[in-house]
Nanobody, 123 residues
Framework: QVRLVESGGGSVQAGGSLRLSCAAS????????MGWFRQAPGKEREGVAA????????YYADSVKGRFTISQDIAKNTVYLQMNSLKPEDTAMYYC????????????????WGQGTQVTVSS
């Protein structure tokens, strides 16, 4: 049974930082891609960042480049999203997802999803 469990969300003021974690189990972690997506009320789910778990190549949305960093701890089958210089527009539910390749920001290329963790940034 595949499980993705996110943690680390919360409420911060603009300019603050949060680190999200996603622990994966029941999944061939080293052979695939892990991604972070977010969805704000009334908006479509959008890709934030992703990482190829074997080679470590990372991908970012333009809106978060230079502020967010995706990383992984292979021994723990865990992917992280360090979010710095947070803005009110970063407010959303953040989801961890596991997939097998293809366009990194396409949510249909991911087979498994976590339940999400809320991030709220106040101005």
């Amino acid at each position: 049974q595949v499980r993705l469990v996110e943690s680390g969300g919360g409420s911060v003021q603009a300019g603050g930082s949060l680190r999200l974690s996603c622990a994966a189990s029941g999944y061939p972690y080293r052979s695939n891609r892990m991604g972070w997506f977010r969805q704000a009320p009334g908006k479509e789910r959008e890709g934030v960042a992703a990482i190829d778990t074997f080679g470590g190549t990372s991908y970012y949305a333009d809106s978060v480049k230079g502020r967010f960093t995706i990383s992984q701890d292979i021994a723990k089958n865990t992917v992280y999203l360090q979010m710095n210089s947070l803005k009110p527009e970063d407010t959303a539910m953040y989801y961890c997802a596991a997939g097998y390749g293809g366009p990194w920001s396409d949510p249909f290329k991911y087979n498994y999803w976590g339940q999400g963790t809320q991030v709220t940034v106040s101005s």
